[in-house]
């Protein structure tokens, strides 16, 4: 029987966890973990993300910073605010919406954060720390995906893992948590020759291209967990629908475990963005973090 991969009850699992820990935190120091997000611009989809980060963090306790800044915001002018909220104590994570508009260098923006307060982990410091092993912010979303690995797997040493897409947000720090985890890890992107083939090959299969359905049921390894990272947005029957780059129905007749879409890996997304926020705030003040208390998302684990 194939098991599906529930995020959205994972990551309900995990925001109940982090509102305990906030909870525990204000009544014993008094203080609450705060994120503060800058969105540039009036890209709709960036609103909609934003205002659901800022909903999820007070919904957890903790304090949001909003920052909602014109189009035509300078580089300068967005600098200058991260240089503000890095120096704000209420603030122990700063998370800035991409894209930017094209005038905006992301780079020089993402790399003016304190790397102590980047809890999208998209640093350059924070990126070479977890390639080279060493105690980094992790990306939010392949950091929800090993949590969902890890819960399924227990360990995951010695698996054959594939991630299909290079990207620096997804493709590549998975590949480099799955590393982590002791996996052989294979990457493949748009010029991968057989890509079936070692579809064909892999105990684990991420998916992060952002092409519907382009993966068949019988691609897959029979008992293979699939992580699928993809959503696109596809019109059927005159809705619109959303789907991620595995076909779902056919993948589900052979994978062992598979993440739905929508409501696998996008709910876990913002749940790790809180608690990376959270452990953010541990490493400040010098308290035991998540990890180091047990978090676990097997139910009951570390709560
Ligand atoms: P991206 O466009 O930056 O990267 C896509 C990657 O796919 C590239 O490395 C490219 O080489 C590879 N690729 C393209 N065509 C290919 C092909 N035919 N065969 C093999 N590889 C191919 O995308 P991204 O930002 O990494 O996002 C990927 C997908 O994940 C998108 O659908 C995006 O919406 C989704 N996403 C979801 C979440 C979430 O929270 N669930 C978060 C981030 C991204």
Redesign the pocket.
């Known amino acids: 029987m194939t098991v599906l991969i529930d995020g959205k009850a994972f990551a309900k699992r995990l925001r109940d966890f982090i509102s305990l820990q906030v909870a525990d935190i204000k009544s014993s120091l008094g203080v609450v973990p705060g994120l503060a997000t800058i969105l540039v611009g009036e890209d709709p989809a960036s609103e909609v993300y934003v205002r659901n980060k800022s909903k999820q963090t007070i919904e957890t306790g903790m304090a949001s910073f909003k920052h909602t800044l014109g189009s035509a915001t300078s580089e300068a002018e967005v600098l200058k605010l991260i240089a503000q909220l890095n120096a704000d104590d209420r603030v122990h994570g700063i998370l800035v919406q991409l894209p930017l508009p094209r005038h905006i260098n992301a780079e020089k923006v993402i790399n003016a954060i304190e790397p102590a307060k980047d809890v999208d982990g998209f640093h350059v410091s924070n990126v070479g720390m977890l390639g080279t092993g060493q105690k980094a912010m992790l990306p ?2 392949p950091l ?1 995906c090993i949590m969902m690995l890890r819960d399924h797997f227990g360990s995951l040493s010695g698996k054959n893992a594939l991630v ?8 590549k720090p998975m590949a480099q948590l799955l590393l982590a985890d002791d996996c052989t890890v294979t990457m ?5 020759e057989d ?1 079936e083939g070692h579809c064909r090959r892999a105990d684990i299969l991420v ?5 519907p359905e ?1 993966i068949p049921g019988d691609w897959i390894k029979p008992g293979a967990t699939v992580i699928d ?4 947005r596809v019109e059927r029957d005159g809705t619109t629908k959303l789907v ?2 595995v076909d779902f129905k056919s993948a589900s007749l052979v994978a062992g475990a598979i993440t739905p ?1 929508p409501g ?3 709910p ?3 749940a790790c963005l809180l608690f990376n926020t959270l452990t953010a705030f541990c490493r400040a003040k010098s308290i035991p973090e998540p990890e180091e208390i047990g978090f676990s998302l097997a139910e009951g684990v570390g709560i």
């Not at 897409?165 to 493709?171: D, H, K, L, T």
């Not at 493949?188 to 991968?192: E, K, S």
């Not at 998916?207 to 092409?211: E, F, H, K, L, T």
Request: charged share 10%; glycine share 22%.
């Open positions: 939010c979303t929800g299909v897409g290079r990207s620096n947000i997804v493709g493949a992107h748009r010029y991968t890509l998916m992060a291209v952002g092409r382009m990272v993809g959503i696109n991620g780059d879409v696998g890996v996008g876990m997304t913002i």
